[in-house]
């Protein structure tokens, strides 16, 4: 009789059958490759699914030592979020969106508490939650052409899953109000200077410093590196804890909003989005909040209620309002 798989131990790397990420597991190193280099490697819901499961994995091989991430390709690491996913399913249904932010904070739990030292191999852009996970991982490897930006503000969102909590702790108060509020983006070398990625170098020599690093990793005693990994989460644990709850129920409530709707829209439209119009439109007593006026209207012919300030006929019985 074949002996029954502990359920405390890893599987073969192979037996996931993963879509969106890639997975190996050789000479001690575990690899989890975002696969999607034709959205820049920007994650969707599948995504974020295979990489928890990818991460908890990791965490019961004790053939593994080390985690690295990273994307496909020479073009991004991570660009985040989906936003063409968020654009036609969470502006159109705000309240999965909390579902979804289950998903997204159980797959950052699964890096943070793998109990290995992770290594992001920085290969291109890094963007919106790309950055959270460069910062979910313990050291960072960068090409020296790379760059590193947050983007919510420009796309009617905040990066509260990770990135609020984080870069003031990583880089410092002023800094990470520049990188959040500006949404502009920083230099490998800026990144190496302010502590957001531990090693820059040229992109020829990435896999060479990332697997000279898991190499030093591989020859220290897994249970010490274990627990000084728990002890220096200790601040990043305890930012995140503090505040993830609140935005994830912040963050679904705001996925039925005009801001997000526009900004993501105006993404996946290519156009800059209209801040200045919804900025006008409070500013002259109309409504910022809702796409075409607050749910106010009633229709006289058919008693209809709720309907929006802005719409001139009714949207049930089509008469003039």
Known sequence: MAEEQSPLAGNPAESFGFRDITYEKRDWVARVTINRPHAYNAYRTQTLAEMRDAFRDASLDDGVAVVVLTGAGDKAFCTGGDVKEYA?????????????????????????????????????????????????????????????????????????GGATQWLPIMIGDRRAREMLLLSEPITAQQALEW?????????????????????????????????????????????????????????ALHFASLEPYEGMTAFVEKRPPNYVGLREAARDGGSS?????????????????????????????????
């Open 88 to 160: 036609s399913t969470y502006t159109q249904r705000p309240h999965e969106y909390w579902k979804y932010m289950g998903l997204f904070a159980d797959c950052h739990d699964a890096l943070r508490n793998i109990g290995k030292p992770t290594i992001a191999r920085i290969n291109g852009i890094v963007a919106g939650g790309g950055n959270e996970f460069n910062m979910g991982c313990d050291l960072a490897v960068a090409a020296d052409d790379i760059t590193i930006r947050q983007v919510g503000t420009r796309v009617g969102s905040v990066a509260a």
């Open 289 to 321: 909040e809702f796409l075409w006026g607050a749910p106010s209207k009633t229709c006289s012919s058919c008693d209809a209620t709720g309907l929006p300030a802005a719409m001139a006929f009714c949207g049930a019985c089509g008469e003039k309002l």
């Open 195 to 251: 502590g957001l990625v531990n090693r820059v170098v040229q992109r020829d020599q990435i896999d060479a410093c990332v697997d000279e690093i898991c190499g030093k990793l591989i020859e220290k005693f897994p249970e010490c590196l274990r627990y000084t990994r728990q002890q220096v989460n200790f601040w990043k644990d305890l930012a995140w804890h503090s505040t993830i709850g609140h935005a994830r129920e912040w963050l």
